[in-house]
Each structure stands twice: as structure tokens, then as C-alpha cells.
């Protein structure tokens, strides 16, 4: 078996961020670690949205970055620390839009001998370039992290020390330390036992000023300044500022935004509306604080992520034709079920109801130098109406457009001209109003046309071609000769006019007998035929565009759309396939055909605008969007309904918007979050999700929720209700009224757990609830809560032989546990039946067990319960289950079961899979077979009867399978007799089962699943990670697929080395050695290789690059997205 690992969403959890100007300019960009992904994104402050410049992977594990800037220098730089052990300088460069390396170190990791903790100065001698060591202490407490605080012309230098409770400013020299208290929120639920720290900070730095924001484990934000006379810091001053999501990392920019990177769920960018210093907050010195208004305004969360995948399950509860992703994610009450659909999100900005069915919308600026768009043209069957664009859409009847007739194209040309082609001729509207019609010549009609910028291409009734020119003047001319087709023409396309050029080389024009011919206007040789393309299908649409080759940053870079990249030419069948093939620039000819299906109707296609380059919008059942992004090309449908026709527009509140019409309304749509796989819904939950089932022939899911170091809402108003009469009892005679009177509003007082967190109740208290959720509506039917302590793991939907047409529902829980060392009074197995078509669950009976029951499973008729390390076999009694059989011979504790015919899979917590067989006549359970490492399972996958893949929490996935020569006891051995005495080597099973894949994915796997993602695809193992990643594992199909991937492996290693220094093969293979998986991520790294390494390494696999990167897009698209 050979496999090819491609990852479809990235991971979305941020370990570390850093903010500067990386690209040279004034704006400031942030720089974000991924785990093992290095992405550059920028703000634009305008709208206050967050788009992603670049994105790369490093093939190894990011520790730590940060940014810094030459003496002189305009740009800063980004120091990498990873797990290669070299600590590495990168440069972003711009016009490239890739981060190159500029420097690497392996430091000699001396720093590691001394492990007591000390605070230690350094000095960095610019004259001798060394670093000084100045003077070390020891410290008094433990710290779990510094600030630095300015020096030299910018403050008084030295560190802020954060520690538990506390926090201490520390210089050298005679500057004594400065101590304060941590603030501690009034009348918190919290242990009182639990201490309080700061888990990260940023620093804001003025000419004039410097500030410090630092967060607590609760995600209470304080404003940290410091007091100095001459030089000297005299006191500390902090200040409540604010209460977010728990960060990893946040940054403040100079235009006063604020990014959280949260710890768990979407990050945020806030913007700080005052910075609190006029206000009457009081600034602290004591250990209490109350939480108070926000000081700031929230933007729209920036994007929508789902950290901590626990766990997935792919399914069609929609009924849309298309499985749905269902993912539950997040924890505590920050926790959320998500549907997730394969497409972009649409954000739709207005929608008008026209006075009629339209055909064609197209939107036109008065000038060709202005950024926005002055009208909308709507067509209809036998009238135009031209609306104008403004602070309201009004209808404009001095436009110079004909109202009487319907529009085949309208469209801005020169520099300030309106054009308007119509059946019966074409109007020419100048800048003055003055209007140059052209008619049609006897009674022939005006049937397709094409333009750009200059030039006007129609076609008449009969297959004639006629062209015109814009002069210097401003004139529309007509060509002196016409063009004859053979056939009557389908549809026509004209590229946008290149930079710097009077006019586009090429026509292309789609014809009835299903070929596209490509048609020089070139002066040389106008309307001469160049190249010709036979279809499988007629023709619907054409649009010739210039994507790729970096245009995505072109207006980054300052440089004008044209000077770079490809034209490719779209062909729209009426079949519903889109064609993509490569324009030669130079001779017209037409090559590298890329296939897709896109729908059941005909494909139209039209060109737009997205981030400063052209894309291409394609219509049929369902809308797509063709467009480069970040080095690939990208294919990808909008989550919407279907629309009929389509057009750019460009405002002031949607810069890169797109004007449609659906049925009868006109509706205005934007597409902000390019490169997104997914777009969702969500619905929240209350406390950490950790297993959802799908209830059959229903749309329903039963999810169990639970939280360690939690309350449940009984125990919480209980305790609320005890702290309200300790205050009230505490207070004297005088203040008793005023006491009940706080005491009354504590207790009506109702904080949003989902933004100032959840009260921490200690270590061993567990919250926990099941919940009936309809997904698709994001209703929840029915909650169930649990008593105090009664913590749910297991869930299994199952029939039993003596119901079998009723559906059952069973839950672990288990009461009182402790988690290190792992202990509990006891465990409920809860049975409930499915009742009003999946709409309702009912309470049978409870089952007692004496340990923690994490897995259930069905088992022909029954089920197998996993008991702590006790794999038992379970029938449905009248009071409770029924023990059937008990298997004790599980090392540590079961945490999975999964059964395939007659044979189970046990996942062991640290030693692995065990297959065990149960012998019905004896009615006894025995393991035969092994793996022969001690993986330490988080989830596992049956592949086929012999084969199970599973993954471990050190983030490698697994193929294990039993070999041919492995004794099936049951077949050959009836009485089983020899499979029970047949020891094996150091207790393990008498027989082993092989691993014939393995391969480090880098993050903890949590869910697999062997599923198909696209209507008609082919099957392969989707998994997810705790960091929010999608990734699969495909089959190879052909010896030959799997030798050209594994050759351009081998070069990509060569050719393409990891960013960071990590190796990229020792990376793959970091706890087993990579076994017959090809890496798809570093394979598809050849789109972003220069040419000419492209080409060095195509030609070694006897290829040409167009041919490998069409291989790269096949494979994904045959699985995947």
C-alpha cells in the first residue's frame, strides 16, 4: 500500500505572533506561527479586515519568532527558532512574495547545562560584536515569563518578571525591585486556592510614550505604566483595561488595532477606542478588581476557525447532493458544532427586486481612472435601465444608454467613453454626451460581441466577424476587411488590453461545429486564424485572462496589471465541464488542457477583479470562482444559489465586490476570505464537546459535552448563593443593608461565560451534559445535565438482537475521577432510546461499572464496552445491561473499540492496537494478534479486514496490517484452544501485525474517518488535528502514479529545502521512519519554485513543468478540493 498525504485546510491555531514592517513599507504587517506553517498577514485599517499575503510551511516545528531591524534600516526581519536547532534570519521579499533565507546558525545548546532558574543580563558590545554577560540572580519565585521594558533614549530599560500572584520590575545597578499584586476579579466563583498569572503581553511604544498590556489566565486585559524619576523606576501603575478570549500571542498596531491570536475559537481583532487614561477606573495597587464596561470596540471576528477539532463526522443531513463536514470543536464555553461546506463565503451586501426576469447585468465607471464604479446597466428581454451608483441606487435616464432595446454588452472604453452594443448596431456615448451610432448592415442582427479597453469584436447573423479599433482620438473604427466564419458563432472573448500596448493579440471565437479558433487583430495580420481547439461538447462561454505568476501581488509590488504572468484561455461547455488551457502569448497556439466539471448546466463565464487581479467567475448549477492565490491555482464554489449572470463592481464599501442577478433581483455580493476551503455554520455549545453520533434516518446528532474544572449550573448558583450570605454575614450591624443590597445583585448578576471564561472550580471537578442538536438548524431539541462530578467520554448508537427495530443511545460517564493518578468511584453506563423519529431520546435504565467506561462500540446485537483495561460484552436486560464476557488481559486502559466481521481492534492509551477474536461457543474473548510498538492511540480507522490505520498523540499516522501468515483461531482452531495457551514474547500476543505506512503529520491527530468528499470522487482516510488542520491520505491507483510523485519527492528534497534548516525527511520520520507515504505538501511546493528550478526538476522526471503541475492538480481533484 502506498499513500499520499495532502493536508486540504491548514491549522488554525496560533502558538506565536509578531508584528513590523516586513515589506519596507510604512504599514505594518503580523507575522504568525503556525505550528509548523509561517504565515505573513496584513491589516487593512480602512475596513478592518485581515487578508493573508503569504503562507509557508517549514517542515518542522516553529518554537519561536521574532522580528528586528537593522541600525538604519526601513525593514524588519524574522528570527526563527525551530526544531532543526538553527536558529534562522528570513526577508520577506515583496516582489517575490515568498520568505527567503537570509542567514542560519546551530547554536551549541549550552544555555541547556544550567536548569535552575536565574535572571540573567546581557549585553550586546556593538564595537567588539559580542555578547556580554552582565549579571545574574537567582529568582524568588518562579517565572513563567519577562517583559522588556524600553531603554536608552525610550525608557529606563530593564524587565518586568511575571510570576504566580505577582509581578516585580527588576534593572541593574542601584534600581531596588518594584513588587505588585496580580489584580483577582471581586466575587469570583474561582478556587480560592488557584493562583492568578499573566500568560502573555505586548508593549505599544510611542516617541513620547510606552504602554504594556498584559493578560491574565482569565483573559482580564491590564494596562501596565511605569512611573520613573530620573531614570529611576519608582512605581508601578496597573490598570484594568479590557476582558478578551484567552490569548497565545496578541500584538498592537500603530493604527490601534489590537490582535488576539486566541488561545481556543477565533481570534479577534479589536480596535481601541480610548486608552482609558481620562476615565475613572481606579488604578490598582490592592488584589481586587471587579469586571467593569469594555474600553474597547469589537470588530467582526477576523476569521472564523476551529481550533481543537475533537472530533468530525462527514454526512449529507442536508440533503444538498454534497456531504457536509459536522465538526465539534473549541472548549468550554467557547466550544461550538460546526457544519462545514466545501466553497467560499458569500457575503451578501444588498439585494433589489427588479421590475421583471433580467438577462445580462454589467456595471461601467465614467472614467477610466476612477476607482469605482458609476453605474449599474441592468438588460431585459426588450429594455435597458441604467441605475446609478451612489449612497442609493437610483435610475438614470440621461445616461446616453438606449432605454428601448435589449443590451448584448456595455462597457467603459478609452478613457472617458461609454459603449452600448445592441442587436441593431452599436452606440458610442463620449464624454460630452455626443453619441456615434453604428447599424448593422441589411437585416442582419448583432448576435455575440466582445471587448476590451480598445477594441470591439461582434458577430453578425451568418458567422460574419466585424472589428473595430479605437485611435488616439478617441474614434471607434471599423477594419477595412470582415472576417467570414463557417459557421454561425457561439460565443466570443477578447483579453483585457496589456500594459504599455494599443490593443489584445488575440480573438478567441467559439463556433457552432464545437471548435474555438484563436484570431490574430494583431495590424500584421488581422483577423488571420493562428490555432484552432475541437470541443467535446458546444461552446457556451469564453474568457481569455492573465492570472498566475505572482499576479496576485502585482499591485503590491506597484507594477501594472499585464507585466507578469500567463493568459489562459476558459471555455464553458454546454455540458457543464470548464476547460482551462494556456494562450501562447506569442503564437496564439493553445495548450495544457485542464478539465472540471462544474455542473448541470451550460457553464458561463465572466471576468472579475479579486485582490488586484483578474479571476474568472463560472455560472452553472452552482458558481465558481477561478482564481490564483498564494502560488496555485484555485477552483473553488460559492456557497450561495445560483445565479444567472454576473459582472465586477467596484464602491467605496465593496471595492472588489460582484454585481448579479438571480430570477428577479439584483444582488450585490463580496468574497473576502480567499484561499478558505470551508465556509460554516456553527451553533454553540456549553461545555468542551468530546463525542457526537449521528442518530439514523434522521437529521439529529446526540453530542456529549464535558469540563473538567468546571461547575454545572446547580452547583454554581449553590455556591453564589453561599458567597452571597458570607457577605452579607461578614458586614456589621450598620452595613448589613448595604451588604444585602451587594449581596442581591451578585446574585442577579449574569456574566457571558463565553467572554469573560468560565469559573475555574479545581482540579477533579467535572461539568458535563448530553445534547439532541439538530445541526442543520442549529437548534438544540433537548439538554440533559449531569449531577456534579458525573463526567461523560463514550457514546455509541447501537440496536440490540431482542429490539431490533428500535434505536439505542448509549453514554459513559464516570463519577469522581482524577486524572493523574487516574482514579474514580465508580462509572454509568446511561441506555436511551430514540424515539419521535430521532427528535427525542428516553432514559431506560442506568448501568453501574467500577471504572471508567471510554469506549462502546456495536458488536453483532450487543456491544463492547471498554471498562478501564477491561474489554466486556454487554445485551440489553429490562433494568440494565447484561455482562456477557470479559477479556482482562488489556495493558493500561481501552480508549477505543472498532470491529470489522468477527474481529475487534482494542486501542490501547499507550501500547497500541490489539485484535481480538470472540469465540462465540465458548463465549469468550481472545487476543491473537499485536502491533509490535507502543503507540500511544488517539484514534483508529478500519480500512479493510486485515488493515487499520490509526494515529497517535505525537501526531504520526499508521497503517498496521495483519499478514497472510497470521493464525485466524476461530477457522482453524474451533475450540480456541491454542490461541489461549500460545504465549507470546514479553506478554504480548503469540502474533504480531506489521506497519506498512507510517508517516509524522506534525500535530495530534484526533478523528479518522474513510469517507468520499466529492460526488463521484474516490474514497480516501480524512483526518483532523487538535490545531485545527483537514488533511487525506489517498491510495495510489497505478505503479506509475506512485514512482513519477515519489521521483519529484526526491527532487523536491534536493532542489527545494525546508525553510527553517529541518530536514525534511528526518522531520516526516520524527518518531518512526517514514514509510510509503509521498508528501503531498512538499510535492505541491513546485508552484512556488522559480522557473527554473521548475523546469531542472521537470526534466529530470522527463516532463515539462505544465505536465507536473497538472499531475499535482489531478490527484487533488480526484479526491478532493
Not at 439505542?808 to 462509572?827: Q, W
Not at 482482562?888 to 470491529?899: A, E, L, R
Request: glycine residues 8%; negative net charge.
Amino acid at each position: 500500500m502506498f499513500l499520499y498525504s495532502l493536508t486540504l485546510q491548514r491549522a488554525s491555531a496560533i502558538i506565536q505572533s509578531i508584528h513590523g514592517n516586513f515589506d519596507g513599507s510604512k504599514q505594518q504587517q503580523i507575522v504568525v506561527a503556525r505550528g509548523k506553517i509561517l504565515e505573513l498577514i496584513k491589516l487593512d485599517p480602512n475596513t478592518g479586515k485581515i487578508y493573508t499575503l503569504l503562507s509557508h510551511e517549514v517542515f518542522g516545528v516553529i518554537r519561536a519568532i521574532m522580528a528586528f531591524r537593522l541600525t538604519g534600516g526601513n525593514k524588519d526581519y524574522v528570527v526563527v527558532g525551530s526544531d532543526s536547532g538553527r536558529i534562522v534570519i528570513l526577508e520577506y521579499v515583496a516582489s517575490k512574495n515568498a520568505f527567503e533565507k537570509e542567514a542560519d546558525s546551530d547554536p551549541t545548546g549550552e544555555g541547556a547545562q544550567n536548569t535552575s532558574q536565574l535572571l540573567t543580563y546581557y549585553e550586546l558590545d556593538l564595537g567588539l560584536n559580542h555578547v556580554v554577560r552582565k549579571y545574574s540572580e537567582p529568582l524568588e519565585e518562579h517565572g513563567n515569563f519577562l517583559i522588556a521594558v524600553p531603554g536608552g533614549s525610550d525608557g529606563p530599560s530593564g524587565v518586568l518578571v511575571c510570576s504566580e500572584n505577582y509581578i516585580t520590575y527588576k534593572n541593574l545597578g542601584d534600581q531596588p525591585d518594584i513588587r505588585m499584586p496580580i489584580p483577582r476579579r471581586r466575587n469570583d466563583l474561582d478556587d480560592p486556592e488557584r493562583g492568578m498569572i499573566f500568560v502573555c503581553s505586548t508593549t505599544h511604544k510611542t516617541k513620547s510614550m510606552f504602554f504594556f498590556l498584559a493578560q491574565t489566565e482569565q483573559g482580564d486585559l491590564f494596562k501596565i505604566t511605569l512611573e520613573t524619576d530620573e531614570d529611576m523606576v519608582t512605581e508601578v501603575r496597573m490598570k484594568y483595561f479590557d476582558t478578551v478570549p484567552v490569548a497565545t500571542t496578541m500584538n498592537v498596531l500603530k493604527t490601534g488595532f489590537l490582535f488576539i491570536a486566541a488561545e481556543f475559537g477565533n481570534h479577534y481583532l479589536y480596535q481601541i477606542a480610548h486608552l482609558g487614561d481620562d476615565d475613572d477606573e481606579q488604578e490598582f495597587s490592592s488584589a481586587t478588581i471587579s469586571r467593569k464596561e469594555k474600553h474597547s470596540s469589537l470588530l467582526p471576528g477576523l476569521s472564523e476557525i476551529w481550533w481543537k477539532l475533537i472530533n468530525w463526522k462527514i454526512a449529507d443531513l442536508a440533503n444538498e447532493d454534497t456531504p457536509q463536514l459536522y465538526v465539534a470543536c473549541g472548549r468550554g464555553p467557547k466550544s461550538s458544532m460546526r457544519v462545514l461546506r466545501h466553497g467560499l463565503e458569500v457575503s451578501e451586501m444588498a439585494v433589489s427586486e427588479l421590475p421583471g426576469n433580467p438577462n445580462a447585468v454589467w456595471t461601467v465607471k465614467r472614467k477610466a481612472e476612477e476607482e469605482y464604479d458609476a453605474y449599474i446597466i441592468v438588460s431585459f428581454v426588450n429594455a435597458t435601465l441604467v441605475l446609478s451608483i451612489g449612497e442609493t441606487v437610483e435610475e438614470v435616464t440621461d445616461s446616453g444608454f438606449l432605454g428601448t432595446t435589449p443590451t448584448l454588452s456595455s462597457s467603459l472604453i478609452g478613457d472617458d467613453a461609454l459603449l452600448q452594443i445592441y442587436p441593431d448596431g452599436i452606440r458610442h456615448i463620449r464624454a460630452d454626451k455626443r453619441v456615434n451610432e453604428w447599424k448593422t448592415p441589411g437585416k442582419k442582427n448583432i448576435v455575440k460581441c466582445a471587448v476590451n479597453q480598445r477594441q470591439v469584436v461582434i458577430a453578425l447573423t451568418g458567422g460574419e466577424l466585424v472589428y473595430f479599433e479605437m485611435d488616439p482620438t478617441g474614434q471607434l473604427n471599423e477594419y477595412t476587411e470582415r472576417k467570414e466564419m463557417s459557421t454561425d458563432v457561439k460565443c466570443m472573448s477578447l483579453a483585457s488590453v496589456p500594459s504599455g500596448e494599443q490593443r489584445a493579440r488575440f480573438l478567441a471565437v467559439g463556433l457552432d461545429d464545437n471548435t474555438v479558433r484563436i484570431i490574430s487583430l494583431d495590424q500584421n495580420d488581422c483577423l488571420q486564424p493562428l490555432s484552432m481547439q475541437a470541443l467535446p461538447a458546444p461552446a457556451e462561454s469564453l474568457c481569455i485572462v492573465e492570472m498566475g505568476s505572482g499576479s496576485d501581488t502585482r499591485e503590491e509590488r506597484g507594477e501594472d496589471r499585464g507585466t507578469s504572468g500567463g493568459l489562459f484561455l476558459n471555455i464553458g461547455l454546454q455540458n457543464g465541464v470548464l476547460l482551462r488551457m494556456v494562450l501562447d502569448s506569442v503564437t496564439g497556439d493553445l495548450s495544457d488542457t485542464r478539465t472540471r466539471y462544474l455542473g448541470s448546466r451550460p457553464v458561463k463565464l465572466f471576468r472579475i477583479f479579486m485582490q488586484g487581479s483578474e479571476a474568472v467567475l463560472a455560472m452553472s448549477s452552482r458558481s465558481w470562482l477561478s482564481y490564483w492565490y498564494q502560488s496555485r491555482f484555485h477552483l473553488t464554489p460559492l456557497s450561495y444559489e445560483t445565479l444567472e449572470y454576473a459582472s465586477g463592481f467596484a464602491s467605496e464599501q465593496c471595492p472588489e465586490g460582484i454585481v448579479a442577478i438571480s430570477t428577479n433581483t439584483l444582488r450585490i455580493l463580496a468574497l473576502e476570505k480567499l484561499g478558505a476551503v470551508f465556509n460554516q455554520v456553527s451553533t454553540p455549545l456549553k461545555y468542551s464537546p468530546r463525542k457526537f453520533a449521528v442518530l439514523p434516518d434522521s437529521s439529529n446528532v446526540v453530542v456529549i459535552e464535558t469540563d473538567h474544572n468546571a461547575y454545572t449550573e446547580t452547583t454554581k448558583a449553590q455556591r453564589k448563593q453561599q458567597m452571597a450570605e458570607e457577605m452579607v454575614e461578614a458586614a456589621g450591624e450598620e452595613d448589613r443593608e448595604l451588604a444585602a443590597e451587594m449581596a442581591e445583585a451578585f446574585l442577579k448578576e449574569d456574566q457571558q461565560e463565553s467572554e469573560f471564561g468560565s469559573p475555574k472550580a479545581g482540579a477533579g471537578m467535572w461539568a458535563s451534559q448530553i445534547r439532541l442538536l439538530n445541526p442543520v438548524q442549529g437548534n438544540t431539541l433537548d439538554t440533559i445535565r449531569l449531577e456534579q462530578n458525573e463526567a461523560a467520554f463514550s457514546l455509541s448508537v447501537c440496536k440490540f438482537n431482542n429490539h431490533p427495530d428500535q434505536t439505542y443511545v448509549l453514554i459513559g460517564t464516570a463519577k469522581d475521577l482524577t486524572m493523574s493518578p487516574r482514579t474514580c468511584s465508580g462509572g454509568i453506563i446511561y441506555t436511551y432510546l430514540v424515539k419521535e423519529e430521532g427528535n427525542e431520546i428516553e432514559l431506560i435504565h442506568k448501568t453501574l461499572v467500577d471504572d471508567v467506561p471510554a469506549a462502546i462500540c456495536p458488536f453483532q446485537g450487543r456491544v463492547l464496552i471498554g471498562v478501564g483495561k477491561l474489554l466486556r460484552i454487554y445485551d440489553l436486560g429490562k433494568k440494565k445491561l447484561l455482562r456477557k464476557c470479559e477479556n482482562k488481559h488489556i495493558p493500561n486502559f481501552i480508549v477505543n473499540v472498532t470491529s470489522v466481521g468477527q474481529r475487534i481492534v482494542v486501542s490501547d492509551v499507550q501500547e497500541s492496537l490489539h485484535f481480538v477474536r470472540y469465540k462465540r461457543q465458548e463465549n469468550s474473548l481472545v487476543i491473537f494478534a499485536d502491533d509490535t510498538y507502543a503507540r500511544w492511540v488517539t484514534a483508529t480507522c478500519i480500512l479493510d479486514y486485515d488493515t487499520v490505520m490509526c494515529a497517535d498523540k505525537f501526531g504520526n499516522i499508521s497503517v498496521i496490517r495483519l499478514t497472510s501468515s497470521v493464525n485466524d483461531s476461530v477457522d482453524e482452531d474451533p475450540t480456541g484452544i491454542k490461541a489461549l495457551w500460545d504465549r507470546g514474547v514479553l506478554s504480548g500476543a503469540s502474533q504480531k501485525a506489521d506497519p506498512i505506512a507510517t508517516f509524522h503529520v506534525g500535530e495530534t491527530v484526533l478523528s479518522l474517518q474513510k469517507c468520499t468528499l466529492i460526488p463521484g470522487g474516490s474514497e480516501s482516510v480524512v483526518y483532523t488535528t487538535l490545531s485545527g488542520a483537514i488533511g487525506i491520505l489517498v491510495p495510489f491507483t497505478s505503479h506509475e502514479d506512485h514512482d513519477f510523485f515519489q521521483h519529484l519527492e526526491m527532487h523536491m528534497r534536493a532542489e527545494y529545502p525546508p525553510l527553517c534548516g529541518r530536514d525534511h525527511i528526518s522531520y516526516r520520520s520524527y518518531y518512526f521512519p517514514v514509510k510509503n507515504v509521498i508528501d503531498g505538501d512538499l510535492c505541491e511546493q513546485f508552484n512556488s519554485m522559480e522557473s527554473g528550478k521548475q523546469k531542472s526538476v521537470a526534466e529530470e522526471l522527463e516532463r515539462n513543468p505544465s505536465e507536473v503541475s497538472k499531475k499535482l492538480e489531478d490527484i487533488r481533484t480526484r479526491f478532493a478540493f
